[in-house]
């Protein structure tokens, strides 16, 4: 090899290096550039320039409150069928609740159904302090209700008893405090749409059986449906129609008894107390083909109900048929990311100390996927 040639070679690494350095410095002092944008469904492909000097990140909204809590309350036994604890004083909550609610930026208060009725819903001073701040010591009297942004209802069994009897009172609880002026938003799902809609019609037995079983399937959007404002405003349209056209919604419904409880369209509508309450967003069908109301919004509240569950896709593995795929997912995912966005637009601060104190970190869920049905883990209360 020829000196020339030698030179050369050993120069065009220090000129690729100065260069680089040179971009480097050059990006550093004008933070611009474009991405090329490819585009979808025959579009052409466009370039999306961004601005050459670096801005300062937003400010955040001080209307909004980014540490949001959730409190789910818990529901009579293990979660297993007593494989994990027969005490009768157990409760539990699945982790997958609280694995939704985590995904969307929140933590997570138990809410123990059983526990002293001044530890859970005493919220008197709640209610005095939010409407007259001066007049009562918030640092003193805070129970664990007034510790949370929103309230979610889980699946079930039970409809009667103590645990009946702690829902309607947790019920009237979320309307008092929006009727206070605190958006306290609360999601109901599957038993928890059946209880709120006992609740709501003053009917133990406003609930009809369907005939199905543990299965995904689809969710219609009626004509007369409005998704504006509902928690199906910010999926994307492809998704909506996927929704309605795979089966991306699990249902779970108890296979011994192949009965799924909920309400038809026309028994909502027809008793007066729940068409003033709830719009339908969503039915579905059963097995005979009979529609019942799959997803319904409170027209006054912040109040979501869900006969099917968003949350299983992500994070529960028991049965074969709850759908995984990334559309499903994707399905959990804005769920979640609609009730936390609810939730950022409470106006209680709770105190931090008392938060930590309450916290579901302080527990630890059991494992209990090994058996092939059920729940993958719960987190047990007694």
């Known amino acids: 090899m020829t000196s020339g040639r030698w030179n ?14 040179t971009s480097i410095s050059s990006y550093g002092e004008t933070m611009g550039g474009s991405v090329l944008l490819r585009g979808r469904w025959g579009e052409e492909a466009e370039f999306f320039d961004y601005a050459g000097e670096a801005s300062s990140c937003p400010s955040t909204d001080p209307s909004l409150y980014y540490l949001p809590v ?26 997958s609740y609280v694995k939704f609610v985590e995904s969307a930026g929140a933590r997570v208060i138990p809410l123990i159904y059983n526990e002293p009725e001044e530890t859970l819903l005493d919220v008197g001073p709640f209610l005095l302090s939010f409407l007259l701040p001066n007049s009562v010591s918030r640092s003193k009297k805070l129970r664990k209700l007034s510790l949370v942004n929103g309230v979610l209802f889980t699946g079930g069994w039970a409809k009667k008893g103590l645990y009946f009897e702690t829902i309607k009172k947790l019920f009237q609880v979320t309307l008092e405090r929006n009727d206070a002026g605190d958006h306290f938003p609360l999601f109901a799902i599957c038993l928890g749409f059946e209880l709120v809609s006992m609740i709501i019609s003053n009917d133990r037995d406003i609930c009809e059986r369907f005939k199905g079983e543990n299965q995904a399937s689809t969710l219609y959007f009626p004509d007369y449906a ?16 996927k929704l309605s056209a795979e089966c991306l919604a699990m249902q779970n419904h108890k296979v011994r008894l192949v009965k799924l409880y909920g309400l038809s369209p026309k028994r909502l509508q027809d008793n007066v107390a729940l068409s003033s309450f709830f719009r339908i967003l969503t039915t579905s069908k059963d097995e005979n083909g009979k529609d019942y109301v799959s997803t319904a919004q409170a027209y ?45 637009k409470s106006s209680n601060r709770p105190l931090t100390e008392k938060v930590l104190d309450n916290l579901i970190y302080n527990y630890s869920p059991t494992y209990c996927g090994k058996a092939g049905r059920g729940y993958d883990e719960v987190y047990i209360f007694s």
């Open 8 to 21: 050369s070679l050993c120069v065009l690494p220090l000129i690729l290096i100065a260069s680089y350095i």
């Open 70 to 95: 959730i409190g789910i309350v818990t529901h009579p036994g293990d979660g297993a069928s007593g494989r994990l604890s027969n005490l009768t004083s157990a409760s539990n909550i699945p982790a």
């Open 226 to 241: 409005e998704i504006k404002g509902s928690v199906f405003e910010r999926f994307p349209l492809e998704l909506l129609w």
């Open 300 to 344: 006054n509240y912040p109040v979501t109900c869900f006969q099917w569950h968003p949350e299983k896709n992500a994070f529960e593995w028991g049965l074969s048929m709850i759908p995984h795929s990334e559309d499903a997912v994707r399905v959990t995912q804005h769920v979640a990311n609609y009730l936390i966005s609810e939730a950022r």
